[in-house]
Nanobody
């Protein structure tokens, strides 16, 4: 099995910064894209930022220029640096990874699937 463990959420004032981390662990064969989604109260979950294994990034328009997604492939970890935070950034942030697990019984990788972390709350408030 695989676990995605997030950290770094909390309460921050408008204009402040936070850095989220998400580490994937388990019998991982390969990780394709990793990214961050968020869900505010009463709203649907939305993509915030994503990064491929080769470093290609994609951002929601609302966070461009303020957030930066990065990853450490050796550590199976993805980061989200959030600067100039606004109250509308308040949400539960979820890590997502598209990855393949190693099947030791067949000695082959499983097809890639999408996995989610448990979520970490980010609150931007004065």
């Amino acid at each position: 099995q695989v676990q995605l463990v997030e950290s770094g959420g909390g309460l921050v004032q408008p204009g402040g910064s936070l850095r989220l981390s998400c580490a994937a662990s388990g019998s991982i064969f390969s990780i394709n894209a990793m990214g961050w989604y968020r869900q505010a109260p009463g709203k649907e979950r939305e993509l915030v930022a994503a990064i491929t294994s080769g470093g290609i990034t994609n951002y929601a328009d609302s966070v461009k220029g303020r957030f930066t997604v990065s990853r450490d492939n050796a550590k199976n970890t993805v980061y989200l640096q959030m600067n100039s935070l606004k109250p509308e950034d308040t949400a539960v942030y979820y890590c997502n990874a598209d990855l393949s697990l190693w099947d030791s019984s067949s000695w082959n990788p499983d097809p890639a699937s999408s996995y989610w972390g448990q979520g970490t709350l980010v609150t931007v408030s004065a």
